[in-house]
């Protein structure tokens, strides 16, 4: 079956890094795009960053834009989310999601997710 799993997320302190990785299996990984959405308590899942099937061509939210790079390995089926500059305001739950849309920015255009990785940035 489709699986998605996520990890590398911690408690760090603001301008510190991490990165996050997505691991798929169950399907053709490299017919699918990948995003990376995040949800902080109270709030709706917002979409961070997303990469075509073909591992080219990344698009960011405004709020990740130079401080976030996303990138896909399809010899080894995962993606992975490299944040830099990290801010309180950056503290969520962190999805990866799979897409058969290209350049999707909605959660309903994905159909299959991980169970999250908790970022949480201290000021």
């Known amino acids: 079956q489709v699986q998605l799993v996520e990890s590398g997320g911690g408690l760090v302190q603001a301008g510190a890094s991490l990165r996050l990785s997505c691991a798929a299996s169950?399907?053709?990984?490299?017919?699918?795009?990948v995003g990376w959405f995040r949800q902080a308590p109270g709030k709706d899942r917002e979409f961070v960053a997303g990469?075509?099937?073909?591992?080219?061509?990344?698009y960011y939210a405004d709020s990740a834009k130079g401080r976030f790079t996303i990138s896909k390995d399809n010899a080894k089926n995962t993606v992975n989310l490299q944040m830099n500059s990290l801010k309180p305001e950056d503290t969520a739950v962190y999805y990866c999601?799979?897409?058969?849309?290209?350049?999707?920015?909605?959660?309903?255009?994905?159909?299959?997710w991980g169970q999250g990785t908790q970022v949480t940035v201290s000021s």
């Open positions: 999601g799979r897409t058969a849309f290209q350049n999707s920015l909605y959660s309903h255009e994905y159909d299959s």
């Open positions: 169950g399907f053709i990984f490299s017919y699918y795009g």
């Open positions: 990469i075509l099937w073909s591992g080219n061509n990344p």
